[in-house]
Each structure stands twice: as structure tokens, then as C-alpha cells.
């Protein structure tokens, strides 16, 4: 089996990672235009960290078959290092720490949703 395939269409994929800029948006608002951009162009430079690392494991995957827990661990390790990253970030910014609560509700509707598809479509 081969755990580095895309189980998406890629349409969906950009869908989904630019859909995180008008979800956090929701939460950002209130605040000016300067500081709305200095955060989205964090927001997109932790969320490019995290595919560069999960494509590591999509490498190895094409150099030896994985099998599927690995996957699940660096899956989760990414997720770690990608959340404090982003609140590192935030608490840098100082903006609201809601913007983490936001981040996180979005990356766990996301995993529903992919969840979902993957039951729907099988």
C-alpha cells in the first residue's frame, strides 16, 4: 500500500489550505489592515514549515514502502511543532490567543472532513 498518496483531488487540497485565511479572518477583523497582513503572512509561512516536513515522510516513503504508523507519527509530530509555532508566533504579534482556539478548530474540521470524504467515498 502506498501511504504517500494524495487521497484528495488537488483542487480540494488548495481549497482547503487557502480556506484557513478567511476562517481566521473571522476572528481577526476587528484589527487593522497592517497587522491583519503581518499575521496571515505568518499564518502561511507555518502552514508551508509544516507541508515541508510532512513531505519528508512522503520521500521516504518513495525511497522504502513505510508502513503506516510512522506516518501517523510524524503526521502528529508536525502538528505539535506547527501548533507551538504558531503560537510562538501569535504571543510575538501579540494578538489574542483566540487565533490558536481558531487555528486548531479549523486543522480539526479539516481532519473531519477528510475523515468523512474517505468513508463516503470507499
Known amino acids: 500500500m502506498n501511504y504517500g ?7 480540494i ?3 482547503l489550505a487557502f480556506g484557513q485565511i478567511p476562517f481566521q479572518w473571522i476572528v481577526l477583523r476587528k ?3 497592517e497587522t491583519q497582513f503581518e499575521y496571515f503572512g505568518n499564518l ?3 502552514s508551508v514549515f509544516g507541508s515541508l516536513l510532512l513531505t519528508l515522510g512522503i520521500i521516504a516513503n518513495t525511497i522504502m ?7 501517523t507519527l510524524c503526521f502528529l509530530i508536525t502538528a505539535t ?3 507551538f509555532e504558531h503560537l510562538r508566533r501569535v504571543e510575538l504579534l501579540q494578538l489574542p490567543v483566540k487565533l490558536c482556539i481558531s487555528w ?3 486543522r480539526f474540521l479539516l481532519l ?3 475523515v468523512l470524504y474517505i468513508s463516503i467515498t470507499k
Open 112 to 114: 473531519l472532513a477528510v
Open 13 to 15: 487540497e488548495l481549497f
Open 104 to 106: 486548531l478548530s479549523y
Open 31 to 33: 484589527e487593522n489592515r
Open 5 to 11: 498518496r494524495a487521497i484528495l483531488p488537488f483542487y
Open 44 to 46: 502561511i509561512t507555518v
Open 65 to 71: 514502502n513505510v508502513p503506516p504508523e510512522p506516518h
Open 81 to 83: 511543532i506547527m501548533f
